[in-house]
């Protein structure tokens, strides 16, 4: 086995991200000679330690960081401000901080002033998740064969960023970096748009009148069934990165509802040609994704 990247790993929120990483770290032995889990609640620990996926619980973040060599914010985006304040004085000198928020601008904004001197912040976001939450929806093959990005400012240690690169790739993920402004833009088309639209298109289903709406739940085609998958994310975690995430998300938004109104002109002047064009660009945009085994 290869010797432990880090001596103690620290994992300030213990839902499907950080009980996944958790889990692994537990199994593989080779990413932290120990693994420490906080969150909020005692229960959400009290959870953590029947499953038996961190060698200690601690409630208080300022405890649970203590002593590590490598601290990974695990929590809803929104909460990084508060949980960085809390933690900033306990950080261990030459220790990294990292995070797996879907966010990068906003977490740079709100945790890289709270970094002490001689503490090494790598921001990153592995690009893997469920519709679940909590310390039970966690599994090690998450992160099997999916892209984690690594968004670290200018100037930031190599050495760490070489540590949390090796970290991620021990969980099985590929890893990339990009520069945060970049990410949040890319993750607004790829991810949080379509969420916006799977939270938009379930609420209007859900505004229709009595009789239709059953309909709507007995006879949802697979269609509206894939949106409802989508829709049945955590409220915190993705009202977090709308709020975080705003002005990339109000852009790709403002363009999908341009094309969007194309499209409906399209419909109502029966231009085929239109119509037909979009939808072999949805096929091929599917194909490839096959190909680049990210289906
Ligand atoms: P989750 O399953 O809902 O777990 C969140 C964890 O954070 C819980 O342990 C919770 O503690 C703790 N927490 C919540 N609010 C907190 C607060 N105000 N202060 C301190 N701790 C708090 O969430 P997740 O899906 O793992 O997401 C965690 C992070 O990963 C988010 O930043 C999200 O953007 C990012 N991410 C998510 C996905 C995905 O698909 N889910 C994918 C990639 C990245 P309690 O249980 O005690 O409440």
Same mark, same amino acid.
């Given at each position: 086995?290869?010797?432990?990247?880090?001596?103690?790993?620290?994992?300030?929120?213990?839902?499907?991200?950080?009980?996944?990483?958790?889990?692994?770290?537990?199994?593989?032995?080779?990413?932290?000679?120990?693994?420490?889990?906080n969150?909020?609640?005692?229960?959400?620990?009290?959870?953590?330690? *029947?499953?038996?996926?961190?060698?200690?619980v601690?409630?208080?973040?300022?405890?649970?960081?203590?002593?590590?060599?490598?601290?990974?914010?695990?929590?809803?985006?929104?909460?990084?401000?508060?949980?960085?304040?809390?933690?900033?004085?306990?950080?261990?000198?030459?220790?990294?901080?990292?995070?797996?928020?879907?966010?990068?601008?906003?977490?740079?904004?709100?945790?890289?002033?709270?970094?002490?001197?001689?503490?090494?912040?790598?921001?990153? *976001?592995?690009?893997?998740?469920?519709?679940?939450?909590?310390?039970?929806?966690?599994?090690?093959?998450?992160?099997q064969?999916r892209w984690?990005?690594l968004?670290p400012?200018?100037?930031?240690?190599?050495?760490?960023?070489?540590?949390?690169?090796?970290?991620w790739?021990?969980?099985?993920?590929?890893?990339?970096?990009?520069?945060?402004?970049? *990410?949040?833009?890319?993750?607004?088309?790829?991810?949080?748009?379509?969420?916006?639209?799977?939270?938009?298109?379930?609420?209007?289903?859900?505004?229709?009148?009595?009789?239709?709406?059953?309909?709507?739940?007995?006879?949802?085609?697979?269609?509206?069934?894939?949106?409802?998958?989508?829709?049945?994310?955590?409220?915190?975690?993705?009202?977090?990165?709308?709020?975080?995430?705003?002005?990339?998300? !109000?852009e790709?938004?403002?363009?999908?509802?341009?094309d969007?109104?194309?499209?409906?002109?399209?419909?109502?002047?029966?231009?085929?040609?239109?119509?037909?064009?979009?939808?072999?660009?949805?096929?091929?945009?599917?194909?490839? !994704?096959?190909?680049?085994?990210?289906?």
């Open positions: 086995m290869a010797e432990p990247l880090f001596r103690r790993l620290a994992l300030l929120g213990i839902g499907l991200i950080g009980s996944s990483v958790a889990r692994i770290a537990m199994e593989r032995r080779d990413i932290a000679a120990e693994v420490v889990a969150a909020r609640s005692q229960a959400t620990l009290d959870r953590v330690l *029947h499953l038996g996926i961190a060698d200690r601690e409630l208080d973040p300022a405890k649970a960081v203590a002593g590590a060599d490598c601290v990974m914010l695990c929590a809803p985006v929104g909460a990084y401000a508060a949980l960085a304040e809390a933690i900033s004085p306990h950080l261990a000198p030459g220790a990294i901080i990292t995070d797996v928020g879907s966010t990068k601008v906003s977490v740079i904004r709100d945790v890289g002033p709270l970094v002490p001197a001689g503490v090494h912040f790598v921001p990153g *976001h592995p690009l893997a998740g469920t519709e679940y939450s909590g310390p039970d929806a966690g599994f090690t093959t998450l992160f064969n984690c990005l968004t400012p200018p100037g930031t240690d190599a050495e760490a960023v070489a540590k949390v690169r090796a970290l790739e021990r969980c099985g993920a590929m890893v990339d970096q990009m520069d945060p402004a970049h *990410h949040d833009r890319v993750l607004a088309i790829v991810s949080h748009l379509p969420h916006l639209l799977a939270f938009t298109i379930c609420g209007t289903a859900d505004d229709l009148e009595g009789e239709s709406r059953k309909e709507v739940l007995q006879f949802a085609a697979t269609g509206f069934r894939d949106f409802t998958r989508i829709a049945a994310s955590d409220p915190v975690m993705w009202r977090d990165i709308f709020l975080n995430n705003r002005e990339a998300l !109000l790709m938004l403002a363009r999908f509802t341009e969007a109104q194309a499209m409906a002109r399209a419909v109502r002047w029966g231009d085929a040609a239109y119509i037909e064009d979009k939808i072999h660009r949805g096929r091929r945009i599917r194909k490839s !994704l096959i190909e680049l085994k990210q289906a």
